[in-house]
């Protein structure tokens, strides 16, 4: 029996979960400041959205995103237009469709961090002079960093296990959008079982050792920060 | 908290009985038939025929061919597996899993190109067509798994422009997902079954079926299977299903 492993795949995997989590950082946590701070009218119903991705099955998701961006609707052509290709089939796609397919994995964390967070913390930051800002900086996001961490390698992890989503608007495209889960799919389907199971024992491991990572991270900072 | 329980209670009275008449029906004469996805139309078509005429009902499982027959070798409950392609038939047949002799070809498929693009018609069109620089993208099945990919590639490498025309191929697991990519906008065309289009608009072309292999698709009676499956299966040769078929697209040449 020869086994060869393709890596491509996932190194591809990788790109797309690091740069969806950069991204998924810089958008998810405004998002958990509103939702942990503002209170304001209709909010269970805009924390329902945040979350329809856990529940609506990754496929209907993918389909949505490929409707939404192919010529039938208004943005898909007004990004047809600017850029020439739909968004479909391209490594940036596979971004986009990630940052949504993750959200409430980095959102739900780091909103219940900052939930968490002492207000006396809060209260106090603010009576010596602080302004939001400043408490942002200097007193929420450094007691909740053990939320932050976790959203981080959450959304990492999701990422990386992602299926549905990519199968539905990636296009399979090597070296472009084809990532580990789509090319172990592949494999199964050829038939090839030995080098699917190859693929599907990397990323076993890899998924074990994320979770025991962050299981670590867990309780260490647990016992660091109090409350 | 008793609105609570009450709740629960309701959902689980809910839950039983939405599950009981499975159990009654599994009392009767029951078929359970694995079918590939691009077949699944006439042959759900057939079933309820042949329900009708016999008094068996037809549980229909569907999915890809790979799929299938993966779960057909780990010992899925299928009593009849209809194929995409006849490898997967053939390795079955190979193992000793299905009832000997009961191999058969129950369709052939046509490839087509098809669009649904405004100003693109594929009217009386070529494959060389293919090579147009309004054409960007042509959403194939993917041709390392489906069989309707893989005549698509031929037939490409047989007219000699593979080459000029790979780059701009985006791949779907299926026909279906294939059809999916153009259908949506995504991809100028797509290179699929004639039976994928059946009930769509836009405008197609369609394949010459002698520049790639016949995609025939075939269909076995697994191991074990009950006196009624050979009863569904000749009823799937029979000139109501023949009809059936070409009407969804495919000829049934034996």
């Known amino acids: 029996m020869q086994l060869h492993m393709d890596w491509l795949p996932f190194i591809i995997s990788f790109k797309l979960a690091f740069a969806t989590t950069v991204c998924l950082l810089f958008l998810a946590t405004p998002v958990a400041y509103i939702l942990a701070y503002k209170g304001f009218r209709g909010k269970p119903l805009v924390e329902a959205v945040f979350a329809l991705p856990i ?4 496929t209907v998701l993918g389909f949505f995103v490929l409707i939404a961006v192919g010529n039938m609707s208004p943005v898909g052509r007004w990004y047809q237009n600017i850029f020439g290709h739909t968004l479909a089939f391209t490594f940036e796609g596979l971004i986009v469709a990630s940052i949504l397919y993750s959200f409430p994995f980095a959102v739900q964390p780091i909103q219940n961090a900052f ?33 932050i961490v976790m959203g981080i390698m959450l959304s990492f992890a999701h990422t990386v296990g ?30 090839e079982y030995s080098q699917a199971a190859l693929m599907a024992l990397a990323l076993l491991v890899f998924s074990y050792a994320v979770l025991s990572v962050v299981y670590y991270f ?10 | 908290m008793t609105r609570l329980v009450r709740t629960i209670l309701l959902l689980l009275f809910v839950a039983v009985s939405s599950i009981t008449p499975v159990k009654a029906e599994a009392a009767g004469r029951v078929l359970t038939v694995a079918v590939a996805s691009n077949a699944l139309r006439p042959v759900q078509e057939l079933a309820g025929l ?6 068996v009902k037809v549980r229909i499982s569907s999915g890809s061919t790979g799929k299938l027959y993966t779960q057909i070798t780990q010992g899925a409950p299928f009593h009849v597996f209809f194929a995409a392609d006849k490898r997967r038939p053939e390795l079955l047949e190979e193992k000793g899993l299905i009832e000997r002799g009961s191999r058969f070809t129950y369709a052939v498929g046509a490839l087509i ?19 147009d620089a309004r054409i960007r993208r042509i959403a194939v099945a993917n041709p390392s798994t489906a069989p309707y990919g893989r005549a698509a590639v031929e037939a490409l490498e047989r007219k000699g422009i593979l080459k000029d025309v790979q780059n701009k191929f985006v791949y779907g697991e299926n026909v279906s997902q294939a059809f999916n990519f153009a259908r949506t906008g995504n991809a100028d065309v797509c290179i699929v079954a004639l039976s994928t289009i059946y009930g769509q608009d836009g405008s197609y ?23 009624e499956a050979r009863e569904f299966t000749r009823f799937l040769s029979s000139p109501d299903a023949v009809t059936v078929f070409s009407k969804y697209g495919y000829s049934v040449a034996r």
Request: aromatic residues 8%; contains cysteine; glycine residues 12%.
């Open chain 2, 50 to 55: 042949f329900e009708e005429r016999y008094g």
């Open chain 2, 113 to 131: 190109v098809w669009t649904k693009r405004p100003g693109l018609d594929l009217g009386s069109r070529g494959l060389t067509f293919l090579k």
């Open chain 2, 205 to 227: 072309f369609p394949v010459d079926g002698a520049i790639h292999s016949p995609i025939v698709q075939q269909a076995v009676i697994l191991r074990g299977a009950p006196p």
């Open chain 1, 162 to 191: 992602e299926f549905g989503v990519v199968l539905m608007v990636g296009g399979s495209i090597p070296g472009e959008t084809k990532v580990a889960s789509i090319a172990l799919y592949e494999n199964v389907e050829m038939l």
């Open chain 1, 218 to 227: 867990n309780r260490r900072t647990s016992t660091l920060v109090p409350g």
């Open chain 1, 55 to 58: 529940v609506l099955p990754p």
């Open chain 1, 115 to 147: 939930e968490g967070v002492n207000p006396r913390l809060v209260d106090t930051a603010r009576t010596l002079g602080c302004n939001r800002w400043q408490t942002f900086w200097r007193v929420i996001l450094p007691a909740s960093r053990r939320g």
